[in-house]
């Protein structure tokens, strides 16, 4: 189960940390994405990151702006979210894959476990 958490309402320029608590798997076996959907327009990856290889990739559009990480303690991956804008408005998925090892080198691609999405939405 993945359930995300973190999202509101946020002026443009500012930050926001989105966090994904995971039951019923170890993260550090398999691999976490951030997806959004803002309205009237597909759906898009943003953030990746791998448990078993420690790799990591990021949409282009928030590449020098969000970071994702983990704390393996906590069975919890973070999207640290700056210098917003009114364009990152959407809904954020926190979304998972169910093969133990998979990675994030090849980029995003669909996943097996979606949890309930929370809204952010940037002011211009």
């Known amino acids: 189960q993945l359930q995300a958490s973190g999202g509101g309402l946020v002026q443009a320029g500012g930050s926001l940390r989105l966090s994904c608590a995971i039951s019923g798997f170890t993260f550090d076996d398999y691999t976490i994405a951030w997806y959004r959907q803002a309205p009237g327009k597909e759906r898009e990856g943003v953030a990746c990151?791998?448990?078993?290889?420690?790799?990591?990739y990021y949409h282009d559009s928030v590449k020098d702006r969000f970071t994702i990480t983990s704390d393996i303690a906590k069975n919890t991956v973070y999207l640290q979210m700056r210098n917003l804008k009114p364009e990152d408005t959407a809904v954020y998925y926190c979304?998972?894959?169910?093969?133990?090892?998979?990675?994030?080198?090849?980029?995003?691609?669909?996943?097996?476990?979606w949890g309930k999405g929370t809204q952010v939405t940037v002011s211009s």
């Open positions: 990151i791998s448990g078993s290889d420690d790799s990591k």
């Open positions: 979304t998972g894959d169910a093969l133990r090892g998979s990675t994030c080198l090849g980029g995003f691609y669909t996943m097996d476990y």
